[in-house]
C-alpha cells in the first residue's frame, strides 16, 4: 500500500498555505475503526478568510486565458493519473470504498478533469438577430458568458474525489475561484487534489480547503455577500436548508434518490441481474443513483428473483483496501444501524428477506427484499446502503407509475425489447434521466446529470456546470 503516513495532520488550505486552527478532529476508517488522521477544524474566522482569499483572487482567475485555464487543468489530471495508487487509497482509507471501486472513481476524476480542460476552450455566446425587432434594425448584439465569482462548493463523502472535480473542474475551466467545503468523513481526498493543483500551477487563492463542521463553515458560506454561488452535493434536507437560506445567491443542488429500474418480459435476464447487482451494491448503495427499487414483470419475475440472488452471493465482503473485495462497511455504525433498522421495519410489515440482512463485522451484507410496500422506508425513502427491494408488476404502466411515486426524480431505468414501450417510459418517467436498457446508475462525467422533485435542480457534467458557473451578459452595438 502507498504510504500515507504523510497525511497524518491536515491544516486548512487559504490563499495558497496551510493555515493551522485550535481545534483538530480525529479522522477514523470506518473500515477497521483506526485513526487515520487529526484534521483541521475551522471557524467562523478561518472561513471568512478563505472567503475573503478566494473574492481577492477572482481579478486574477477572470483575466486569465482560456489555455492558460486548461493547461493547469490538463496538468492536474495528468498529475493525478501518476498517482492513482495512491489516490484511490486514499478513498479506500477514508470512506471505505473498496480498492477496486475507488480505482474507478480515480480513472473517472482524470477524465473529469481533462473534460473541464476541453471544455474551458469553448465557452462562448451567441450572436442575436436584433433586427427581428422593429426597433432593433441596424444593431448588433451578441453575449459573451462571465465567471461568477468565488463560487461556495460543499460535498459529501460517497465519490470524495469525482464529486469534488463536478465542482472544481468546472470552476476554473469557466474563471471562478473556490471555497470547498468536503464531507468530514473525507477531507483526505480535497487535500490530495487541492496540493495536485498547486503543483500544476493553479494561483493561490484560486482554491482554498476548509474543513470543519457543515453546518458552521456550511452557513457562512451560504450568507456571506461575496460568495456568488453554492453548488451542493448532498442529502436533500441539507441541501433544502441551504436553498432556504441562499437568498439571490446562485444554487445548484445535487440530492439523494430511490432509483428504479423496470425490467419487461422477453429481456436477457443473466445480464440485468448481474448489472443490477453492480447498481444495486456498488459502494455499499451509497451512490445518489444507487438501485434501490427493481419492478418485474409477473411473467418473468421469479427467474429473475433467483438469478438476482445467485448474483448477490457472489459478492466478496471485507476490508476496502483489499482487491478482491466487493463490499466493505458503511460510512459510520449509525448507518448500519439505520439500515438495518429498515430492514427489520419491511420484514415486520410483510416484505420477504431472501438473502443478506446480517452484519458481518463492520460490513453489512448485500440485501434484497421482495414486496415491500411503497410506504415502507427501504421504499419510499433514500436507503444509502447495500438493499434493493424486487417487487412484482403486471404491467409497464404499473410499473412506471410506481417509479413516479416518488419524492425524487434522478434517474431511471427500463429494460425492454419493445421500442413503444421504451419511448413511452422516456416520455412518462419523471427524473432528470433515463435510461433505456440500462440501470438507473449508470453515469459518465460529461452527460448533463441532475434531478427533479427533492432530487434537486441545476445540471452538472461540465459543460452544464460552467452554463451554471457563468453569467451571461448581452452587448449591443449602435452603427451611428
Ligand atoms: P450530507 O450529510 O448532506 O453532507 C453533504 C455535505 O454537506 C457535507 O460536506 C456536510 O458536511 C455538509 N453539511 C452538513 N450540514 C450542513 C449545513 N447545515 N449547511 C451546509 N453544509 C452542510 O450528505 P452525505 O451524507 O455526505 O452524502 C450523502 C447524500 O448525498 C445522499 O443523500 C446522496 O444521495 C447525496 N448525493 C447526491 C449526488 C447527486 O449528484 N445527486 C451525488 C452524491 C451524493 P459534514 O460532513 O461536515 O456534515
Redesign the pocket.
Known amino acids: 500500500m502507498p504510504n500515507i503516513k504523510s497525511l497524518i495532520k491536515k491544516d486548512l488550505i487559504i490563499n495558497g498555505e496551510q493555515i493551522e486552527t485550535e481545534k483538530y478532529t480525529t479522522l477514523y476508517a470506518p473500515y477497521s475503526g483506526e485513526a487515520i488522521a487529526e484534521i483541521a477544524s475551522a471557524t467562523g474566522i478561518e472561513t471568512e478568510q478563505a472567503i475573503t482569499a478566494a473574492y481577492k483572487a477572482r481579478e486574477t482567475m477572470a483575466s486569465m486565458p482560456a489555455w492558460k485555464r486548461a493547461e493547469i487543468l490538463e496538468t492536474a489530471a495528468q498529475l493525478l493519473k501518476d498517482r492513482t495508487e495512491e489516490a484511490s487509497s486514499i478513498i479506500a482509507l477514508e470512506a471505505a470504498k473498496p480498492l477496486n471501486t475507488a480505482r474507478q472513481e480515480v480513472a473517472r476524476t482524470v477524465e473529469t478533469y481533462k473534460f473541464a480542460a476541453e471544455e474551458a476552450k469553448r465557452i462562448h455566446g451567441e450572436t442575436i438577430p436584433l433586427d427581428a425587432a422593429r426597433s432593433g434594425e441596424n444593431k448588433l448584439a451578441y453575449t459573451v458568458r462571465e465567471p461568477i465569482g468565488v463560487v461556495g462548493a460543499?460535498?459529501?463523502?460517497?465519490?470524495p474525489m469525482n464529486?469534488v472535480a463536478h465542482k472544481v473542474g468546472p470552476a476554473i475551466a469557466s474563471g471562478n475561484t473556490i471555497v470547498l467545503?468536503?464531507?468530514?468523513?473525507t477531507p483526505l481526498s480535497s487535500f490530495f487534489i487541492a496540493e495536485l493543483f498547486e503543483e500544476a500551477g493553479l494561483p493561490a487563492g484560486v482554491l482554498n480547503v476548509i474543513t470543519?463542521?457543515?453546518?458552521i463553515?456550511?452557513?457562512q458560506?451560504?450568507t456571506d455577500e461575496r460568495v456568488s454561488m453554492i453548488t451542493?452535493?448532498?442529502?436533500?434536507?441539507?441541501?433544502i436548508?441551504?436553498r432556504n437560506k441562499a437568498g439571490l445567491k446562485k444554487v445548484t443542488l445535487?440530492?439523494?434518490?430511490n432509483a428504479a429500474v423496470i425490467i419487461d418480459q422477453h429481456t436477457a435476464l443473466d445480464q440485468i441481474a448481474s448489472r443490477c447487482v453492480t447498481g444495486a451494491f456498488s459502494n455499499q448503495g451509497?451512490?445518489?443513483i444507487s438501485l434501490q427499487r427493481i419492478y418485474v414483470h409477473e411473467k418473468v419475475y421469479e427467474e429473475f428473483v433467483e438469478k438476482l440472488i445467485i448474483e448477490t452471493k457472489k459478492l466478496v465482503l471485507g476490508d476496502p483496501l483489499c482487491s478482491e473485495t466487493n463490499i466493505s462497511a458503511l460510512?459510520s455504525p449509525e448507518e448500519t444501524k439505520r439500515a438495518l433498522s429498515w430492514i427489520k421495519e419491511a420484514v415486520k410489515s410483510g416484505a420477504k428477506l431472501v438473502t443478506g440482512g446480517e452484519v458481518e463485522g463492520t460490513v453489512l451484507q448485500p440485501t434484497i427484499l421482495l414486496e415491500a410496500g411503497q410506504s415502507m422506508k427501504v421504499s419510499c425513502q433514500?436507503v444509502?446502503a447495500p438493499i434493493v427491494i424486487v417487487n412484482k408488476v403486471t404491467t409497464i404502466e404499473e410499473a412506471i407509475e410506481k417509479v413516479n411515486d416518488s419524492r425524487y426524480g434522478?434517474q431511471a431505468g427500463i429494460y425492454t425489447n419493445d421500442v413503444q414501450t421504451a419511448l413511452t417510459a422516456a416520455d412518462q418517467l419523471h427524473v432528470g434521466g433515463v435510461m433505456i436498457n440500462d440501470i438507473p446508475t449508470f453515469r459518465v462525467d460529461h452527460m448533463p446529470?441532475?434531478?427533479v422533485k427533492e432530487?434537486?435542480t441545476g445540471r452538472?457534467g461540465l459543460k452544464y456546470a460552467i452554463e451554471e458557473m457563468t453569467e451571461m451578459k448581452l452587448v449591443v452595438w449602435s452603427r451611428q
Open positions: 460543499i460535498t459529501p463523502f460517497n465519490f464529486l467545503k468536503p464531507a468530514s468523513q470543519g463542521s457543515g453546518r463553515v456550511g452557513d458560506l451560504v451542493f452535493t448532498g442529502s436533500p434536507a441539507v441541501g436548508g441551504i445535487e440530492l439523494g434518490s451509497q451512490v445518489c460510512i433514500e444509502f434522478l446529470y441532475g434531478g432530487s434537486g452538472e
